[in-house]
């Protein structure tokens, strides 16, 4: 009966296994249990659901923001050479001041000047000396800094119910790498959740922060803690003992007090200068910004573009700007060297989390970029360095030209915004 069947072209169901059986069942029972419980899954996004229309402005969201995942990774990978030199730096600095001053090292009293006390010594020349001694004071800023920042994603991803975005990790060590390393721990926190808060509900039509959070958290420092952040006493952490920035040094009295000081081209590019930890050292991030141009954060228009900018500004500021200021007067490749033109370039205004702008756009955003930072710094007495405030400004003018260029209406584009893409198609 069964060959007859099969020759006629009939076919039988097979039978299922126990374990196939089994496995059908749980299957069976575990879905409407999923769906009635789909709060517990915070982390996957899919198993949301909503009856609620939303009565405010709309987001419209499209792949440029799972593409941009990889390009965070990226990201955090291209700031652990910046980390590193950043914590060798400081244990270095502190402990150069303990050989030079012996009674400023028996003085000392914080708690991680203890506990760095019984693992190394105080020799300048050992690295396992500076890198530990540093990473004393650099860990527990690095882990407030993420527990804060998580804790907002998390509120926050619970009320979009979203999934939990991960890209908090990088904006927490961009904000780190923005501070000195003696800012107290309370401090550290209060600045991140200031930032976090504001790059979570002040956000673009496309639903990316409309200020970058590291740099609003610093700048918000400087603001409510200006002792904590600016002056000579701040950038090492050892009790009675001061020392200005080499951009300080320039705004005294130009290169000549640079170099009266002992400090050279190469001394500032590699990063043995004071000034905040992550922008000591510019050969380290520009060994960063190789990772980002080789995970395709940015091509190579944005840096030809930004070093373009960079020179371009300078020589108009000779021409036209007051030629005695020292800082006007600086080379073009010395800007590079001092301060944070390099982070703020290159981590901070091409960050993925904020900014996604066309191919076409780089090289108009790269100069635009220094152009800003560079005048920032120089017509900014105030600050030391006005890189923050310039790249709260250039996270403005993003949020413009991407809705400029790309419409929130699907597939469609204005005049301007298609020939700002490249694209031939135009509608009126």
Known sequence: MLRANASCGARTLPLLSVHESKRSLALLFAFPMAIRFRWLFVSDGYAFLTRRISRFAFQYRNSSG???????????FALLPALLVGTLHGGWQMNLWFNERPDVFAVQNS???LIAGEWVQADPASLRDNFVRG??????????????????ELFQATRQQRAIDAGFVTTALLYVLLLPLSLPLEWVAVGMLVGAMAGAFLTQSSGRPML??????????LFAAPDRVT???????????????????????????????GFSWWDCFVGKTQGAMG??????LLGGV??????????????????????????????????????????????????GWTFAVFYLVADPLVVQFPARLEWFYGGLASMLLLLGRVFNPAYPDGALFAVLLLGLISGLLGSVVYSPAAGARTCVGSFLSGSRSCRS
């Open 66 to 76: 799972m593409q941009s995942i990889p390009k965070r990774r990226a990201l955090l």
């Open 279 to 284: 922008d000591v050292s510019s050969l380290a």
């Open 231 to 261: 002056g000579d006493t701040v950038w090492t952490p050892v009790d009675g003992v001061s020392g200005t920035t080499a951009l300080g040094l320039v705004r005294q009295g130009g290169l000549d007090t640079l170099t009266a000081a």
């Open 135 to 152: 990473a004393v004071y650099m860990v527990p800023m690095v882990l407030i800094a993420c527990i804060v920042a998580g804790m907002v």
């Open 212 to 221: 970058h959070p590291a740099a609003v958290g610093a700048v918000f420092l």
């Open 290 to 339: 190789l990772i980002l141009l080789a995970a395709r954060v940015f091509s190579w228009r944005y840096v030809v573009g930004s070093v373009l900018g960079l020179v371009l500004i300078s020589l108009v500021l000779k021409v036209f700007a007051n030629a005695n200021d020292p800082l006007v007067a600086l080379p073009w490749y010395w800007q590079i060297a001092l301060g």
């Open 111 to 113: 708690w991680q000047f």
